[in-house]
């Protein structure tokens, strides 16, 4: 049963870890933009 727990936090750490940086990839940079006009 702790496998079984150990396995599934580290499963959700491991997605919740992956929609962050995955919807932080999404947003723009706004240094890359600081020179448009």
């Not at 992956?18 to 600081?34: C, D, L, M, T, V």
């Amino acid at each position: 049963m702790a496998k079984f727990m150990l396995a599934f936090v580290l499963l959700y750490l491991i997605y919740t870890w992956g929609n962050q940086e995955f919807e932080r990839s999404k947003r723009k940079n706004p240094a890359k933009y600081a020179n448009d006009k």
